[in-house]
């Protein structure tokens, strides 16, 4: 087992089929666009991509939650603190 409490990866384990949320009903998913995503892009081993969780998934590829400035509050920091 890793630190994490997980067992160590096996290449001969069989991975369960998506559940019936993943394969979102008439929905396909494109596994391979995902899995590339996930290694090429996240940089994620293969044996990580397939260990994940789809909710595991859909927090490593959301959009960050980062409050944007209105310009208003942009015109006020500029106001009070100038360039100079």
């Known amino acids: ?26 929905q396909k998913v494109d596994w391979a666009a995902l899995f590339r995503h996930g290694v090429l892009v996240l940089g994620l081993a293969p ?5 994940l969780s789809w909710r ?12 944007v400035m209105s310009r208003q509050a942009m015109e006020d920091l500029m106001r009070e603190y100038p360039d100079e």
């Open 47 to 51: 044996e990580a991509f397939w260990r």
């Open 56 to 67: 595991e998934w859909q927090m490593l590829t959301a959009a960050p939650e980062v409050a």
């Open 1 to 26: 087992m890793d630190r994490a409490g997980r067992a160590a990866f096996n290449p001969t384990r069989r991975f369960a089929p998506p559940s019936p949320e993943i394969r979102g009903g008439s």
